[in-house]
Nanobody, 120 residues
């Protein structure tokens, strides 16, 4: 399973960005999909997740500003980020939990990361 993330960039505080992450390769099914971020000197943290059935979860600091969604036909997960703040600056990583074969257990796969920089 390969993940290709895109959509990062430089934006002023209050602005918006949309991240995309497409999964490709050979796999049987995709379970959860999500976005993590890692700021300089900090640990990677979960930003938002979406289950196969569509239920979503967010860290408190992004609730009401970020929206995660997925297109199962395209094996793609999105993160719409509005009202961005300087503290949102980080490298954002997409994560997919998938099964390569029906008889195998699921594994986590990671995208290459895309940098989001929010200027004040």
């Amino acid at each position: 399973v390969q993940l290709q993330a895109s959509g990062g960039g430089l934006v002023q505080a209050g602005g918006s960005l949309r991240l995309s992450c497409a999964a490709s390769g050979s796999f049987f099914s995709i379970n959860s999909m999500g976005w993590y971020r890692q700021a300089p000197g900090k640990q990677r943290e979960l930003v938002a997740g979406i289950a196969s059935g569509g239920s979503t979860s967010y860290r408190d600091s992004v609730k009401g500003r970020f929206t995660i969604s997925r297109d199962n036909a395209k094996n793609t997960v999105y993160l719409q980020m509005n009202s961005l703040k300087p503290e949102d600056t980080a490298v954002y990583y997409c994560n997919v939990n998938a099964k390569r074969k029906s008889w195998l257990g699921s594994s986590d796969y990671w995208g290459q990361g895309t940098l989001v920089t929010v200027s004040s």
